[in-house]
T-cell receptor, first 114, second 110 residues
Framework: EPEVTQTPSHQVTQMGQEVILRCVPI?????FYWYRQILGQKVEFLVS????????KSEIFDDQFSVERPDGSNFTLKIRSTKLEDSAMYFC????????????FGPGTRLTVL | SQKIEQNSEALNIQEGKTATLTCNYT??????LQWYRQDPGRGPVFLLL?????KEKRKERLKVTFDTTLKQSLFHITASQPADSATYLC?????????FGTGTRLQVFP
């Protein structure tokens, strides 16, 4: 069965450094998402992406964050200058066609900011 | 602001019984509601979707109800098994953005 993949599984970085989290959505999917989950807390929406542009973003997704689909298969989340509070699991998700379809989540990247 | 509450942080039941999990929401009118399973350190896995004009959905041992008047969804697992032990998340949506609840940790013991 097709699945969403994410790399790396764990990223450790120093505060103030830039990180790029990578996702490969399911190949024929059209909508892409990033969510985060701080340890012990709920899953929070960050951003949705459709037709090569952001369709919606949350208040968490400030100027430090950006997303890109550079080559038609990868979908990346960049954090420009990481803060301690960015430490969380980051999940990528994708949907085939309709915004109410099943969201398929990747296994996540655990980001630790020291 | 929108608020989603799941009935309890943890629910312990005996194998073979029916587990019932509750999701209540306020200040929101979702077009659909989804239930996910999450195991420790893993991403959410989709289980069921129910739309605002549907009252009930079933899939194998799973059943979801959706009452837009009460602003509540119930999620049932019948004939529960130890393998059903996990955290179950409800998520509401109107557009493509999902708003998640905090989850209920279900433990099924033999």
């Amino acid at each position: 069965e097709p699945e969403v993949t994410q790399t790396p599984s764990h990223q450790v970085t120093q505060m103030g450094q830039e990180v790029i989290l990578r996702c490969v959505p399911i190949s024929n999917h059209l909508y892409f998402y990033w969510y985060r989950q701080i340890l012990g807390q709920k899953v929070e929406f960050l951003v949705s992406f459709y037709n090569n542009e952001i369709s919606e973003k949350s208040e968490i997704f400030d100027d430090q964050f950006s997303v890109e689909r550079p080559d038609g298969s990868n979908f990346t989340l960049k954090i420009r200058s990481t803060k301690l509070e960015d430490s969380a699991m980051y999940f990528c998700a994708s949907i085939y066609y309709d915004s109410t379809d099943t969201q398929y989540f990747g296994p996540g990247t655990r980001l630790t900011v020291l | 602001s929108q608020k989603i509450e799941q009935n309890s942080e943890a629910l312990n039941i005996q194998e073979g019984k029916t587990a019932t999990l509750t999701c209540n929401y306020t200040n929101y009118s979702p077009a659909y509601l989804q239930w996910y399973r999450q195991d420790p350190g893993r991403g959410p896995v989709f289980l069921l979707l129910i739309r605002e004009n549907e009252k009930e959905k079933r899939k194998e041992r799973l059943k979801v109800t959706f009452d837009t008047t009460l602003k509540q969804s119930l999620f049932h697992i019948t004939a529960s098994q130890p393998a059903d032990s996990a955290t179950y998340l409800c998520a509401l949506g109107n557009t493509d953005k999902l708003i998640f609840g905090t989850g209920t940790r279900l433990q099924v013991f033999p």
